[in-house]
């Protein structure tokens, strides 16, 4: 293979990955390609929302200001509109190369913004798609959101399949989809990828726990498809984001986001909320004490989101 036609893989390769590290919240490496790409973010997977001011905020990236990022990950299947089972806030401070990553339980209480009625904050989603979640969450954390990025978590079976299957170390032996998945390193095709990390109720975790088998697959799949060099692989991957991903960003906001934030992947943290659980009228819920969310907040303000 030429080296030339090798390089552009490579970046096709990439872009492909930061959209998915986005989604997955494993982290926010923006990179910038050209071609069926383009195509792609534009025409496939862009989708704006009310909400944000997108004029407001390409000045902002052009200025290098501090930028928060809804990161969704939403269990979408045939005949059910679905919920935003993972709901990340990322804020990315260019002046200082970091970025920090503060995760959402799903089952938080809140008021749902355009419908006037408090219910858990990944109803959201089911009830006004990602305009509501995003106002929303806005309310919750009084805060502005930049972007969003939103992705069908039944797009991890075929990118799992795309790269021929993954291999990870698994922490405890549980059941879930009919499957049983033994403790230590396994092979899992794609939709055993599925049942691993949609597992909750049996994890001492909970919640936090699915979210680290999320990141542990997405991280399996990027480790498996970092060697991919076949344009008929990348063309696969390419298509399966398109179906999957949705997000306001534009392929020319990608290129800048690039230029001005690649070094934030140096430094990111994060944190997760905390609340009590409770038992409201037969449905379990997490109540988050303003306390708490008044800390998240100023949490993100401190990295000038």
Request: glycine residues 8%; proline residues 1%.
């Amino acid at each position: 293979m030429k080296t030339k036609e090798k390089k552009t893989l490579k970046w096709l390769w990439i872009t492909l990955i930061t959209i998915v590290i986005l989604v997955a919240a494993s982290g926010i490496y923006l990179f910038t390609v050209y071609g069926s790409v383009k195509s792609t973010v534009n025409k496939d997977t862009h989708e704006p929302v009310k909400a944000i001011d997108t004029e407001v905020t390409k000045e902002k990236v052009a200025k290098r200001d501090s930028l928060n990022v809804l990161l969704m990950g939403v269990d979408e299947r045939a005949g059910d509109k679905g919920r935003s089972d993972t709901m990340i806030v990322m804020t990315l401070d260019a002046d200082n190369s970091r970025a920090q990553m503060v995760s959402i339980p799903r089952d938080t209480l809140t008021e749902i913004v355009g419908i006037g009625v408090k219910d858990k904050i990944n109803h959201a989603y089911a009830f006004g798609g990602s305009e509501m979640s995003v106002e929303t969450v806005e309310k919750f954390l009084d805060i502005d959101l930049d972007y969003y990025v939103r992705v069908n978590m039944e797009g991890l079976e075929d990118l799992v399949d795309a790269v021929d299957g993954i291999t990870i170390n698994n922490n405890f032996e549980f059941t879930e989809g009919g499957r049983t998945f033994k403790k230590g390193e396994i092979t899992l095709n794609g939709k055993e990828a599925l049942s691993y990390v949609r597992m909750r109720k049996n994890d001492p975790k909970g919640d936090v726990g699915r979210n680290e088998r999320q990141r542990q697959v997405i991280q399996a799949v990027l480790d498996k498809g970092s060697n991919i060099t076949s344009i008929t692989k990348i063309n696969k991957l390419i298509g399966i984001l398109g179906k999957n991903i949705v997000t306001n960003l534009e392929f020319d906001e990608i290129q800048m986001l690039y230029k001005n934030y690649k070094d934030v992947r140096s430094n990111v943290s994060s944190y997760q909320m905390t609340g009590e659980n409770k038992v409201i009228d037969g449905i379990w819920y997490l109540l988050v004490p303003d306390e708490e969310k008044a800390k998240t907040t100023e949490m993100i303000r401190e990295y000038g989101g």
